[in-house]
């Protein structure tokens, strides 16, 4: 079975703060993913990556930022945490194929910014 | 552009009877179609998928959703909905962005049962 697994559960950090959220994958996936889930809003795209070191900004990377120095790691970094950024964050990894991209997610970070 | 719609954000169901989540996509070639379930402080979890052939797909769970390519709809049933149905489900729609996988995601709704 595919296996994401995420850091935290849960993490609480006060406004200013650099947060790292670290997420593995160990079925040697290409691509990975970062949304946030609002209530009501869904899930929406942060970054996400197709190759160790390639990234690529989703539908909302201001205030984010990612590295991926191992295929098997992405991290999501939020350089000065704000209330705002106060979410569910998941993780999600998935084949680099044409026909096919089920991505299989993580448990979910819920991040509480002070 | 791409989109997904699930028009219902919140629908309450007595336990045992069906169960229908409705999903329109907007997508200009035959798109790859999925339903995810997310469980209370949990990850997604995929119920099924569309990719092509037999329209009526099952999934895990009871689970089942038909492709109807003239209402460009994907709608979720299950016969007879259980309690620990109760949870959020997403519509998902794929098949653009090549090899990079991208999805686009309904805002879910929200499934309550009742007992």
């Known amino acids: 079975d595919v296996k994401v697994t995420q850091s935290s559960r849960y993490l609480v950090k006060r406004t200013g703060e650099k947060v790292f959220l670290e997420c593995v994958q160990d079925?040697?996936?290409?691509?990975m993913f970062w949304y946030r889930q609002d209530p009501g809003l869904g899930l929406r795209l942060i970054y996400f990556?197709?190759?160790?070191?390639?990234?690529e900004k989703g539908d909302i990377p201001e205030g984010y930022s990612v590295s991926r120095e191992k295929k098997e790691r992405f991290s999501l970094i939020l350089e000065s945490a704000s209330t705002n950024q106060t979410s569910m964050y998941l993780c999600?990894?998935?084949?680099?194929?044409?026909?096919?991209?089920?991505?299989?997610f993580g448990p979910g970070t819920r991040l509480t910014v002070l | 552009a791409q989109s997904v719609t699930q028009p219902d954000i919140h629908i309450t169901v007595s336990e045992g009877a069906s169960l229908e989540l409705r999903c329109n996509y907007s997508?200009?070639?035959?798109?790859?179609l999925f339903w995810y379930v997310q469980s209370p402080g949990q990850g997604l979890q995929l119920l099924l998928k569309?990719?092509?052939?037999?329209?009526l797909v099952q999934g895990i769970k009871g689970f089942e959703a038909e492709f109807k390519r003239s209402q460009s709809s994907f709608n979720l049933r299950k016969p007879s909905v259980h309690w620990s149905d109760a949870a959020e489900y997403f519509c998902?729609?794929?098949?653009?962005?090549?090899?990079?996988?991208?999805?686009?995601f309904g805002k879910g709704t929200k499934l309550s049962v009742k007992p």
């Open positions: 998902a729609v794929g098949g653009y962005g090549g090899s990079q996988g991208n999805l686009i």
């Open positions: 569309y990719f092509s052939g037999d329209t």
């Open positions: 079925m040697d996936h290409e691509n």
């Open positions: 990556s197709y190759d160790v070191k390639m990234k």
């Open positions: 997508y200009g070639a035959t798109p790859y």
């Open positions: 999600a990894s998935s084949l680099a194929s044409l026909d096919y991209n089920e991505q299989f």
